[in-house]
C-alpha cells in the first residue's frame, strides 16, 4: 500500500466540525481512500471509503483533492464520542496488495 | 449479529509455552485478518486468508502460524511463545478484497497477550 501520512495530534472543541487530513501523494489511480478510527480499548471501527468522488455517510464526510494527492475526514459536528485514533490507509488491488499496515494515525482530542 | 468475535480477551502465557486464539465471524465473510497492535503503534498484519483453506503470510509473520478450516472461523497460533510477543492482537474481516469498492474491515474488540 502507498504510503500516507497525518498529524500526530489534533484537538477540538465538542460541537464545533472537525478536519482531519491526510497527505497520500504517492497514491495510484486505482487506490481506494480508506478511514477507520480507534477508540480507547476497543478495536478499529470503519469510518468511510472513496475512490474519486467526495463521499458522505452517517459518520462522517470524505473530501478527496481532485489531484488525489490528499483527503480530509471531516466529522460535522465532534462529540466526547469522536475522541480517538484516526487511520487514514489506501488499499489498492493486485499482487502484495492485501499487505495492510496501519499508521500511528492521528490522535483525535474533543475538548467539552 | 454478533460480527467478529474474538477468544479469549485476556490471556498470561509463560515463555516457551504455546496457544491458540479464535476469531469467529457470523458475516459470510470472506476475507480475514490477524494484526498486532502494540503500545503506540499502529497495526501491523500477521497473517491474512482470501478464502476457506487459504492462508498467507502478512509484514510480521514469524512465531505464528494460521489455519482456516472454515469460513467463519480463522485461527492465530503460537508454537513457543516469546516476551516479544507480548501484545494485543486483533482480528478482522471483510466481504471484499483489498482495493475493491465493497471493502470495509470490521475487527473484533481484541486479546490482551502477555508471555512472561
Known amino acids: 500500500d502507498a504510503k500516507t501520512t497525518q498529524p500526530n495530534s489534533m484537538e477540538s472543541n465538542e460541537e464545533e466540525p472537525v478536519h482531519l487530513p491526510c497527505n497520500h501523494s504517492?497514491?495510484?489511480?486505482?487506490?481506494?481512500i480508506h478511514w477507520y478510527r480507534q477508540l480507547p480499548s476497543q478495536g478499529p471501527e470503519y469510518v468511510i471509503h472513496g475512490l474519486t468522488s467526495n463521499v458522505n455517510n452517517r459518520m462522517a464526510s470524505l473530501a478527496i483533492a481532485e489531484d488525489r494527492k490528499s483527503s480530509t475526514l471531516i466529522l460535522h459536528r465532534a462529540t466526547l464520542r469522536d475522541a480517538a485514533v484516526y487511520y487514514c490507509i489506501l488499499r489498492s488491488s493486485g499482487a502484495g496488495s492485501y499487505q495492510l499496515t496501519f499508521g500511528k494515525g492521528t490522535k483525535l482530542s474533543v475538548i467539552p | 449479529n454478533a460480527g467478529v468475535t474474538q477468544t479469549p480477551k485476556f490471556r498470561v502465557l509463560k515463555t516457551g509455552q504455546s496457544m491458540t486464539l479464535l476469531c469467529a465471524q457470523d458475516?459470510?465473510?470472506?476475507?480475514m485478518y490477524w494484526y498486532r497492535q502494540d503500545p503506540g503503534m499502529g497495526l501491523r498484519l500477521i497473517h491474512y486468508s482470501v478464502g476457506e483453506g487459504t492462508t498467507a503470510k502478512g509484514e510480521v509473520p514469524d512465531g505464528y502460524n494460521v489455519s482456516r478450516l472454515k469460513k467463519q472461523n480463522f485461527l492465530l497460533g503460537l508454537e513457543s511463545a516469546a516476551p516479544s510477543q507480548t501484545s494485543v492482537y486483533f482480528c478482522?474481516?471483510?466481504?471484499?478484497?483489498?482495493?475493491?469498492?465493497?471493502?470495509?474491515?470490521?475487527f473484533g474488540s481484541g486479546t490482551q497477550l502477555s508471555v512472561l
Open positions: 504517492t497514491i495510484s489511480g486505482t487506490d481506494y
Open positions: 458475516m459470510n465473510h470472506e476475507y
Open positions: 478482522a474481516s471483510s466481504p471484499m478484497g483489498a482495493g475493491t469498492s465493497g471493502e470495509k474491515l470490521f
